[in-house]
Nanobody, 120 residues
Framework: VQLVESGGGSVQVGGSLRLSCTASGISSYFMGWFRQAPGKECEGVATIHSAGHYTRYADSVKGRFTLSQDNAKKTVYLQMDSLKPEDTAMYYC?????????????????WGQGTQVTVS
């Protein structure tokens, strides 16, 4: 299984960024986005099933972040709008076969390399 992320960067408060994650070697999975800021625990941000029938968002990003996917490319996009300084973190995509906690990092066995998002 391989996950390749892209799309991070620096943006001003209120700006937008789009992250993407392309998966290979896995099927019928949840693709989650997680973030970790220095000195803080890993936080589940959003997740979507590869079949596209289920999504979930953390309360902290509801109404600002939107998931979409291109099944043909096995790519998931995280559109991040109205960004705030507290959104600054390393963002990781992860894939797994979630059983209980859709935003629990322990549920995801495969992780991307991470991409930095800085909002200032």
């Amino acid at each position: 299984v391989q996950l390749v992320e892209s799309g991070g960067g620096s943006v001003q408060v209120g700006g937008s960024l789009r992250l993407s994650c392309t998966a290979s070697g896995i099927s019928s999975y949840f693709m989650g986005w997680f973030r970790q800021a220095p000195g803080k625990e890993c936080e589940g941000v959003a997740t979507i099933h590869s079949a596209g029938h289920y999504t979930r968002y953390a309360d902290s990003v509801k109404g600002r972040f939107t998931l979409s996917q291109d099944n043909a490319k096995k790519t998931v996009y995280l559109q991040m709008d109205s960004l705030k300084p507290e959104d600054t973190a390393m963002y990781y995509c992860a894939a797994g076969f979630v059983r209980l906690d859709l935003l629990g990092d322990y549920e995801y066995a495969h992780w991307g390399q991470g991409t930095q998002v800085t909002v200032s």
